[in-house]
């Protein structure tokens, strides 16, 4: 497993994975509407006789919604775009990790920890922009991707064009991006640490298994796409 990037690459519908993962990830969405929306939080303030309060709950609204379109984009990867087959333990570690993101930027971000909002301003654009862009760029390339291999005259080729010209993992440099932009959203530097790591862990694991693994599946034709492409960052590195 730790070969191809910490995921099984082998084709397979995995349906009742992929429910079990939605059904984990929308339990986690309704939480968070029901901590900002629902006085969750006084709530669970109640249960260990704390006055809890959400001081910035305009703030919480736009990070609501950013939970909500990586939602989407998630059941569209699901349903959609992922042939590989997912196993259990990813559904629970991944589902896990999600939990504790998207809970907890809407907690930082919604003012649970400080006494009062903070104004918006060109900082929270620029963030809500790369959150908008980070998307599609990961989406966008994924369908393009997905697309071009539909095409039975592809079969057994390595893709290449589209965003992926500029970037042979453009779809990890979105979710940096996207990540990036949601921590922003937060005005909390502890949040950073979760695009942080997660930009670490595509470039030292998934990026480096993930290639060895394509090396081995499309030999000369993956290595001179390899030779000529940005690995992560595109025009950088």
């Excluded at 006084?42 to 709950?57: C, K, M, S």
């Excluded at 937060?186 to 670490?200: G, I, K």
């Amino acid at each position: 497993m730790a070969q191809s990037g910490g995921v099984s690459r082998k084709h397979e519908r995995s349906l009742l994975q992929k429910c079990v993962f939605a059904a984990l990830h929308l339990i986690c969405v309704l939480l968070s509407i029901w901590l900002l929306l629902g006085g969750g939080w006084v709530r669970v303030g109640a249960w260990f006789g704390l006055e809890l309060t959400l001081a910035d709950p305009q703030r919480g609204l736009l990070l609501l919604a950013c939970t909500l379109l990586y939602f989407a984009r998630h059941l569209l990867t699901l349903f959609y775009l992922l042939a590989r087959k997912v196993a259990f333990p990813e559904v629970f570690g991944l589902g896990a990790f999600i939990a504790f993101f998207e809970i907890g930027f809407l907690l930082l971000g919604s003012g649970a920890f400080r006494q009062a909002a903070v104004p918006f301003s060109v900082l929270d654009g620029v963030a809500l922009a790369m959150v908008v862009g980070g998307s599609l760029l990961n989406s966008w390339s994924e369908l393009q991707r997905k697309w071009w291999k539909r095409n039975p005259a592809h079969h057994g080729q390595c893709y290449t064009g589209g965003l992926f010209a500029s970037s042979m993992h453009i779809n990890y440099f979105g979710d940096t991006v996207l990540f990036t932009g949601w921590a922003l959203l937060t005005h909390n530097l502890a949040a950073l640490a979760v695009p942080a790591f997660m930009a670490v862990s595509f470039v030292v694991f998934h990026i480096p298994a993930l290639d060895a693994y394509l090396s081995r599946r499309y030999g000369p034709q993956f290595d001179t796409y390899a030779a000529r492409t940005h690995k992560f960052i595109p025009f950088v590195y």
